[in-house]
DNA sequence: GAAATTGGTTGCTTTTGTCAACCATTGGAG
DNA sequence: CTCCAATGGTTGACAAAAGCAACCAATTTC
């Protein structure tokens, strides 16, 4: 791999990295944490055991573990001991788990949107198209 | 904007997250922070104030003046204060900052030259080119 | 020359994350 | 069938990352 590649791969994840701190800010004006939405979000999405949840986000599982319960405690999510597997416990969001998912996503949304207030149509396509490019070839393996 | 656009960067944004802690990795081979690295190498570039490195990585100054202190007590950096100016402290390199910088800039060459391996060249050059539309267009404004 | 601003430091707290030990259940090899 | 390794999850202890607020000294503004 060239060495100047590498370089430009390192500034963008440099940069990146500020963006992304930056675009987490949305959770400032709820009461979770990033993880903790991040969590309801993939539920919500299938990934409803805490095995799943922690290949996805490549974390602890304890650390995990912890998060998932602080959410059951405040009935924003229910566990449930599949039958097929006692070890495993299934994971749904309550109803008011439902909608305070649908809060944070307005929140997201807004930030993404505010982020890209100043960029054309035409170079958001191209941004966008930019990012499935990098996911896919990341992704690939 | 619209709303699948939206959708589109956030899902990015997930996978990008989770594909940065892991890249960040490389900093446990070294006894370095992912900050400590980070400053030193921005201190190296020319963003030799405090008050730059805060404009830069956008974090808290009492955070950032905290991690330079210990980079002092290490002996990695050096703060001067500034004649023109007597509250700025202009930061510099010691010697064995710059061998440490190097160092460190080995090891994240490598995490990403891994990161990597299976993606064929054309490919790459696709990527940076992506990585690069998406830091100018977020760049200006 | 007083008042507001700026660059930086410090005390305190919260958020985020790791490591290791552990328990119960399950799947597989002999 | 039984022992045993592997798996899913929990808990305790702790370290790393980051923010907030109060503060000091130097500087700028008016």
């Known amino acids: 791999m060239k060495k100047e590649d590498i370089y430009s791969i ?3 994840d ?3 990295m500020t963006v992304l701190r930056l675009t987490d800010k949305y959770h400032l004006h709820t009461h979770f944490t990033i993880l903790e939405s ?3 979000l993939e539920i919500n999405r299938g990934n409803n ?3 799943q949840l922690l ?3 490549k974390l602890d599982k304890g650390y995990i573990s912890r998060v998932l319960k602080k959410l059951e405690n405040e009935q924003l999510i ?3 001991t599949a039958e097929s597997d006692l070890r495993i416990k299934v994971l749904a969001l309550t109803p008011s788990g439902k909608t305070a998912l649908k809060e944070i996503d307005r929140r997201a949304d807004e930030q993404i949107s505010d982020l890209f207030k100043d960029v054309d149509s035409t170079d958001i396509a191209q941004i966008i198209a930019a990012m499935q490019k990098i996911q896919t070839e ?3 393996d």
């Open 49 to 51: 055991t805490a095995n």
């Open 38 to 40: 991040r969590l309801l």
């Open 10 to 12: 390192r500034e963008f």
């Open 14 to 16: 440099r940069f990146y």
């Open 138 to 140: 990341l992704s690939k």
């Open 55 to 57: 290949k996805v986000l």
């Open 78 to 80: 229910t566990k449930q």
